[in-house]
């Protein structure tokens, strides 16, 4: 491979709403053919395809049900399959997947086992990326569907699988890198493998981070990210219509957004990005001629206020015990547990003697079950408060903890609402706060409103 193509190879990955459906692929295809450079591409599920499997790993359902859901994922691909002129050589590979997706479904231990969740879960990327890797082919682009599992090597903490950096780089070096000269690698987001060849998963939204190790592994200049926005925003447009697309981020403030809610970037994308100061773009594939969101290392301007972001369904633990008052090791003891349980905190604060601290809670996830253990282990020596209908409102920009009234401003925009919880000061990049449920539209508002408009 020439050291020229090795220097500005680019990493693309579409997200479930760019590879929806037939049309929405070729939107995709175009955006590829357009950049010579794009020789990696990741895909996720087709869009809708991942809650449906989602629904047969973690719902108790009869067999009647269970061929309902695999009905409407077959009507989705096969809807796909039909536009393809080459489908007759599609269709065999295709149905294979469906009967090997089917029999999980069917298992009787699915519910109990995480190790047959993740192979079933595996079957909506590993579906989209034969069926757009033909799409491409179609349009003249020489494409390949090359299985991430055989570069993605994990650990075997299934549902949550954690990368290993070296084995991925020394695999896709051996793998992939001969063949990206002339051939552009189809491959899935979202999953991988163990030592024993078991498929793992990368949690929810880990097609993107995907593409930051691949990119990482074969020493890529940039990865883009294709979704349905243009760009990361300065909030949620959902939430205020007044929200705009950012034209530049650094790896800092990406990753505070991404950790705190922008639902549009994965939080451990920026990591590899950061490892090897590779460029991530974000931009729309349904229009793509509109630019989107570099980011990058160092920015041109450094604002005290970037953006503002919202995480639902957080639960407040408050932990508490006379004997903390002078007592060592009782903080050990808690963050143990904590560790131990593979959950990650956000915001803590600490008074003589209490703890509190945030935890993501979605419902239905392992974090759920994951907390319901934990609270119960640290019952045995504390007494435990848990409060819930919580969101988690971040203000991400720059040297937050230095500037003059960069504070007051914030805190003037939000006079009128009941502040849960405080933290700031822990970085120069964010002030977080907790606020109910009910409020933290309005919160949204009044800060994007005060600090961005």
């Given at each position: 491979?020439?050291?020229?193509l090795?220097?500005?190879?680019?990493?693309?990955?579409?997200?479930?709403?760019?590879?929806?459906?037939?049309?929405?692929?070729?939107?995709?295809?175009?955006?590829?053919?357009?950049?010579?450079?794009?020789?990696v591409?990741?895909?996720?599920?087709?869009?809708g395809?991942?809650?449906?499997?989602?629904?047969?790993a973690?719902?108790?359902?009869?067999k009647?049900?269970?061929q309902?859901?695999?009905?409407?994922?077959?009507?989705?691909?096969?809807?796909?399959?039909?536009?393809?002129?080459?489908?007759?050589?599609?269709?065999?590979?295709?149905?294979?997947l469906?009967s090997?997706?089917?029999?999980?479904a069917?298992?009787?231990?699915?519910?109990?086992?995480?190790?047959?969740k993740?192979?079933?879960?595996?079957?909506?990327?590993?579906?989209?990326?034969l069926?757009?890797?033909?799409?491409?082919?179609?349009?003249?682009?020489?494409?390949?569907?090359?299985?991430?599992?055989?570069?993605?090597?994990?650990n075997?903490?299934?549902?949550?699988?954690?990368?290993?950096?070296?084995?991925?780089?020394?695999?896709?070096?051996?793998?992939?890198?001969?063949t990206?000269?002339?051939?552009?690698?189809?491959?899935?987001?979202?999953?991988?493998?163990?030592?024993?060849?078991?498929?793992?998963?990368?949690?929810?939204?880990?097609?993107?981070?995907?593409?930051?190790?691949?990119?990482e592994?074969?020493?890529?200049?940039?990865?883009?990210?294709?979704?349905?926005?243009?760009?990361?925003?300065?909030?949620?447009?959902?939430?205020?219509?007044?929200?705009?697309?950012?034209?530049?981020?650094?790896?800092?403030?990406a990753?505070?957004?991404?950790?705190?809610?922008?639902?549009?970037?994965?939080?451990a994308?920026?990591?590899?990005?950061?490892?090897?100061?590779?460029?991530?773009?974000?931009?729309?594939?349904?229009?793509?001629?509109k630019?989107?969101?570099?980011?990058?290392?160092?920015?041109?301007?450094?604002?005290?206020?970037?953006?503002?972001?919202?995480?639902?369904e957080?639960?407040?633990?408050?932990?508490?015990?006379?004997?903390?008052?002078?007592?060592?090791?009782?903080?050990?003891?808690?963050?143990?547990?904590?560790?131990?349980?593979k959950?990650?905190?956000?915001?803590?604060?600490?008074?003589?003697?209490?703890?509190?601290?945030?935890?993501?809670?979605?419902?239905?996830?392992?974090?759920?079950?994951?907390?319901?253990?934990?609270?119960?282990?640290l019952?045995?020596?504390?007494?435990?408060?848990?409060?819930?209908?919580?969101?988690?409102?971040?203000?991400?920009?720059?040297?937050?903890?230095?500037?003059?009234?960069?504070?007051?401003?914030?805190?003037?925009?939000?006079?009128?609402?009941?502040?849960?919880?405080?933290?700031?000061?822990?970085?120069?990049?964010?002030?977080?706060?907790?606020?109910?449920?009910?409020?933290?539209?309005?919160?949204?508002?009044?800060?994007?409103?005060?600090l961005?408009?």
């Amino acid at each position: 491979m020439s050291e020229n193509l090795v220097n500005s190879l680019n990493v693309a990955k579409f997200g479930g709403t760019s590879v929806a459906n037939y049309a929405a692929m070729q939107n995709c295809a175009s955006i590829i053919k357009n950049n010579p450079k794009t020789k990696v591409v990741v895909v996720s599920a087709s869009a809708g395809v991942t809650n449906l499997l989602v629904d047969i790993a973690h719902t108790a359902m009869s067999k009647q049900q269970i061929q309902q859901k695999l009905t409407e994922i077959d009507k989705i691909q096969r809807a796909i399959l039909q536009e393809l002129t080459q489908a007759k050589l599609v269709a065999p590979k295709l149905q294979q997947l469906q009967s090997s997706l089917s029999e999980l479904a069917l298992h009787e231990e699915l519910l109990h086992r995480a190790d047959l969740k993740d192979a079933l879960l595996s079957h909506g990327e590993r579906m989209s990326s034969l069926l757009f890797s033909a799409v491409l082919m179609q349009i003249g682009v020489k494409a390949e569907n090359f299985d991430v599992r055989k570069v993605l090597k994990t650990n075997s903490e299934f549902g949550q699988a954690v990368p290993d950096l070296e084995q991925i780089k020394a695999a896709a070096t051996q793998l992939m890198l001969a063949t990206l000269q002339d051939t552009v690698l189809v491959t899935q987001g979202f999953i991988g493998a163990d030592e024993q060849g078991n498929t793992t998963t990368l949690g929810r939204g880990g097609s993107d981070f995907t593409a930051a190790l691949l990119a990482e592994a074969l020493n890529a200049q940039t990865c883009e990210i294709w979704t349905d926005v243009i760009g990361v925003y300065t909030t949620d447009p959902r939430i205020t219509d007044t929200a705009r697309p950012l034209p530049e981020l650094s790896f800092e403030e990406a990753a505070e957004m991404a950790t705190f809610g922008a639902k549009v970037l994965h939080p451990a994308t920026m990591e590899p990005a950061l490892r090897q100061d590779i460029k991530v773009f974000v931009g729309s594939s349904r229009e793509p001629e509109k630019g989107g969101t570099w980011i990058a290392r160092d920015c041109e301007t450094e604002p005290a206020y970037r953006a503002i972001t919202r995480r639902k369904e957080q639960v407040m633990v408050t932990v508490k015990t006379p004997k903390m008052m002078y007592a060592q090791g009782f903080l050990q003891k808690v963050f143990t547990i904590i560790a131990k349980h593979k959950l990650s905190v956000d915001l803590i604060t600490t008074s003589e003697i209490s703890v509190s601290f945030t935890l993501d809670n979605p419902a239905n996830s392992v974090l759920e079950r994951l907390n319901l253990d934990t609270i119960e282990e640290l019952s045995q020596f504390c007494e435990v408060l848990v409060e819930e209908n919580y969101d988690l409102v971040t203000v991400v920009g720059n040297n937050m903890h230095s500037a003059a009234g960069v504070s007051s401003k914030i805190f003037a925009a939000v006079a009128d609402y009941n502040l849960r919880m405080i933290c700031y000061g822990a970085n120069p990049h964010n002030l977080s706060m907790l606020v109910n449920d009910t409020d933290s539209r309005e919160v949204v508002c009044a800060l994007h409103r005060d600090l961005i408009e």
